[in-house]
């Protein structure tokens, strides 16, 4: 498989999983807002609601968490099976571009729940800031920022600063410059980008909440299978 169309195949899976959240995230801060003016409230008891979510305890992040996955269900027919694959499949698509230029590559990928409340907490921070945008129904507004945030933030578990640092001794800086490994997806490859990746094994754990004991491992393979179940 090239590089081109890995980097189509991860657009694909990645706006699904971008779509699906930021439909949930939107209707999430909506049903908040709703109620504040339901209740007679300011735009400032707006923001001191969007507020409480970065400091969400436990029980509340998986109550959440759990309304997320309920709605899901019910839009998507989708479990929470569904999302583990998804986001597993975005990770590994990421790295297979990005094996193309640093071989084997070894990330911790977040628990669907952890990722699902990173993304809530970047975006809250973006409502804060800019609650008018709910106010006067600037969805489209509101998507484009939320798709970038949550681009963002699966970047946040690609560390690429460091892995361009134990790897700088093997890498091609003239190929790293034409791969465009990123996350702006609707640029095209040119021909001299359509490279060949090394396959890529995995191996989860997942004994634990915790973001370091959901990890997946990355070497060279010949027996991954990227095919829908």
């Known amino acids: 498989m090239n590089t081109y169309s890995l980097r189509d195949k991860k657009f694909e899976?990645?706006?699904?999983?971008?779509?699906?959240?930021?439909?949930y995230y939107l209707q999430f801060f909506k049903k908040i807002y709703d109620n504040n003016i339901a209740e007679k409230k300011s735009i400032k008891d707006f923001q001191k609601k969007i507020l409480k979510v970065k400091t969400w305890e436990d029980d509340k992040i998986n109550s959440q968490y759990k309304k997320f996955l309920k709605f899901i269900n019910k839009k998507y027919n989708l479990s929470e099976e569904d999302v583990y694959r998804m986001l597993d499949v975005v990770f590994i698509l990421n790295l297979k571009i990005m094996a193309t230029l640093f071989g084997d590559i070894e990330i911790n990928v977040p628990q669907p729940e952890i990722f699902w409340y990173a993304c809530l907490k970047s975006i809250s921070k973006y409502i804060y800031e800019n609650p008018k945008?709910?106010?006067?129904n600037l969805d489209i507004d509101i998507n484009d920022e939320m798709h970038e945030i949550i681009n963002n933030v699966i970047q946040k578990y690609i560390p690429l600063k460091d892995i361009i640092e134990s790897k700088k001794e093997t890498i091609n800086f003239h190929d790293f410059n034409n791969c465009n490994v990123n996350y702006d997806d609707d640029k095209n490859?040119?021909?001299d980008n359509k490279k060949e990746?090394?396959?890529l094994?995995?191996?989860?754990s997942k004994e634990s909440n915790s973001d370091s004991n959901y990890s997946v491992a990355y070497i060279s393979s010949d027996e991954i299978d990227l095919k829908e179940k």
């Open 197 to 199: 990746v090394s396959k």
């Open 133 to 136: 945008k709910i106010k006067h």
């Open 13 to 23: 899976y990645q706006k699904r999983l971008n779509d699906i959240l930021k439909k």
């Open 189 to 191: 490859d040119d021909d």
């Open 201 to 204: 094994q995995i191996f989860k």
